[in-house]
Structures are given as structure tokens and as C-alpha cells.
């Protein structure tokens, strides 16, 4: 059985069968860094003194560590006002990443490339033009915010940040950079603005179709197909 000896700041020593332990909680905002919930484990001492004057040693070394994991989990405020030559940030720049991830990608739709520059001119607007993990969570928050203030409902906004995120994590694989991105899991606020496409009425497929026929030239047949079938122009220059 343990006897918790509270006396002054030496609350956590505890006497077990002659032998003084140290038994303390975990506090809540480190316990992911923990397997259990309680620290305890023996001072290997009897005397009282002993496990005291030991208790306090490891009390301020675990208040130490403890502090250091806490400013882990803090961002930092204003570091986009600290001079890159003061950083030891080495990852490439948002717009080095988006020309990075495009060249990597291959792909020659201009609609793909105009929205991955537009996407990462966006960040470097509101942000700057930084070191990619350099952009903090709650920098992320501010550019969903800003977002919002542009008038993008919140599917266009998801879009957006999906784009930002592919080409950070392109880049950061390609680059062998460890830590994390700092658009992955930003809260997206359920604001019933998303909107949903609605097909196109049937009888005006048929006047469109009707006067395709009229026509009749190869941008008109690429359209009736598209309209009789749902394919895309890529799948219907297949056939």
C-alpha cells in the first residue's frame, strides 16, 4: 500500500513499505507523450530526507521537460516577421513548390496548371512567398478566413486547400523534409453555403442536340456526344 506523504512542495513521494517512492500525475496537455497516466517508480532511499531532497530534483527536471514539450506545441507568434536569414528553414518557397510540383506531375491542362499557381499565389498572398514549413496552423486558419472574406463558398475553399496541400506534400517527400503540413486537418466551419450542380433539364438537351444537328460540323458533334452520353472532351476525342 502507498501512503502519499503531502508536506510543502513535496507532495508526490510516497512511503511504501519502508521505501519512498515518487508517484505523480501526468498533466493533461502532455499526456500523448506518455504510455500511462501516472508516474511512479522508487527513490531507492528510507530515509525521508533523502527521498525528499530527491523528489525535488526530479520534480524541476520533469517541469523542465514538460515545458519544452508545451512550446513544441505552441506556434510561434509572428514568425513570418523573423528575416529568412535568421531561420534555419531550408524547404523550398510556396510558388519554388508549386512550379516543383507541376514539373513532377507532368500534366499539360492549362485549367490544372493555371489552378495550382492560382492556389499557391493565394498562400503567398496572404501569407507570403515563405519556406513551405514555415506556415503555421493557425497561419493556415487565417488563410481559410480569408478565404471566406474573398466571397468562396465552402466547397471552393476545401478545393483550394486540398490544392495547397498536394503540392506541400509533394514537395516535402520529394525533398525528404520531415514534419508536418501545416493545411492538413485546418477546421472547415459548416456554413450551408455549398451548393449543389443541378442537371440540365432534358427538353433543353434536345433543342441543344436538335440544332447541333443543324449545323453540323465537328465542334457540334463533340457536343451532342457530350450531351448524349456524359463523357468528357478528353474521352470523346478517343473515339
Not at 518557397?93 to 500534366?107: N, R, T
Not at 514549413?133 to 478545393?159: H, L, P
Request: hydrophobic share 35%; charged share 25%.
Amino acid at each position: 500500500m502507498y501512503r502519499v506523504m503531502y508536506k510543502d512542495a513535496y507532495q508526490y513521494v510516497a512511503d511504501r513499505d519502508g521505501i519512498f517512492y515518487y508517484v505523480r500525475r501526468v498533466p493533461h496537455d502532455v499526456k500523448q507523450h506518455y504510455a500511462s497516466s501516472r508516474i511512479s517508480f522508487s527513490l531507492r532511499t528510507k530515509s525521508h530526507q533523502s527521498a525528499l531532497r530527491a523528489a525535488k530534483s526530479v520534480t524541476q527536471r520533469l517541469e523542465d521537460y514538460w515545458l519544452g514539450l508545451r512550446l513544441q506545441q505552441m506556434d510561434i507568434p509572428a514568425i513570418h516577421l523573423v528575416k529568412t536569414d535568421d531561420m534555419e528553414d531550408t524547404s523550398p518557397l510556396m510558388m519554388d513548390a508549386v512550379e516543383m510540383y507541376l514539373s513532377i506531375k507532368g500534366k499539360d491542362e492549362r485549367t490544372f496548371i493555371r489552378t495550382a499557381r492560382r492556389n499557391g499565389e493565394y498562400v503567398s498572398k496572404v501569407l507570403g512567398n515563405r519556406p513551405i514549413t514555415s506556415y503555421s496552423s493557425s497561419e493556415a486558419a487565417q488563410f481559410r478566413d480569408w478565404c471566406f472574406e474573398q466571397g468562396m463558398n465552402i466547397n471552393t475553399v476545401k478545393r483550394v486547400f486540398a490544392s495547397v496541400r498536394s503540392i506541400i506534400n509533394l514537395t516535402m517527400r520529394e525533398h525528404g523534409i520531415e514534419g508536418s503540413n501545416a493545411f492538413s486537418g485546418t477546421f472547415m466551419p459548416d456554413r450551408g453555403d455549398a451548393s449543389t450542380r443541378q442537371p440540365i433539364p432534358t427538353d433543353k438537351l434536345r433543342t441543344i442536340q436538335q440544332r447541333c444537328q443543324a449545323t453540323d460540323d465537328e465542334p457540334r458533334w463533340l457536343v451532342a456526344l457530350i450531351s448524349d452520353t456524359g463523357l468528357t472532351v478528353r474521352g470523346c476525342w478517343a473515339f
